[in-house]
């Protein structure tokens, strides 16, 4: 099992950092290294985040890197990560 960012989660990175680098660069190179660790937890426990109930034919969850939430789908021999919020962004 291995985890991989999907286009969108990548672009989703990207983004959170161009949204904080102006303000402070250092927190924003932070916040990227623990998103992109965040999900190795997930290597041990895949079904550790709660289940996505509005996508019912897949396996989605998400899990929490306060005060970010990760998007996942568990797939048969990976987990992908496919979007990366702030719990306060609209979507």
Do not use: C, Q
């Amino acid at each position: 099992m291995r985890v991989r960012w999907t286009e969108n989660a990548r672009h989703d990175l990207v983004r959170l950092e161009s949204f904080l680098s102006p303000v402070n660069e250092l927190a924003a190179a932070r916040v990227v290294r623990m998103l992109v660790s965040a999900p190795d937890k997930l290597l041990g426990m895949p079904r550790m985040g709660e289940r996505v109930e509005e996508i019912p034919d897949r396996e989605v969850r998400r899990m929490l890197a306060a005060p970010y939430e990760l998007l996942y789908e568990i797939l048969p021999d990976e987990i992908a990560i496919l979007r990366v919020f702030h719990t306060r962004e609209a979507r």
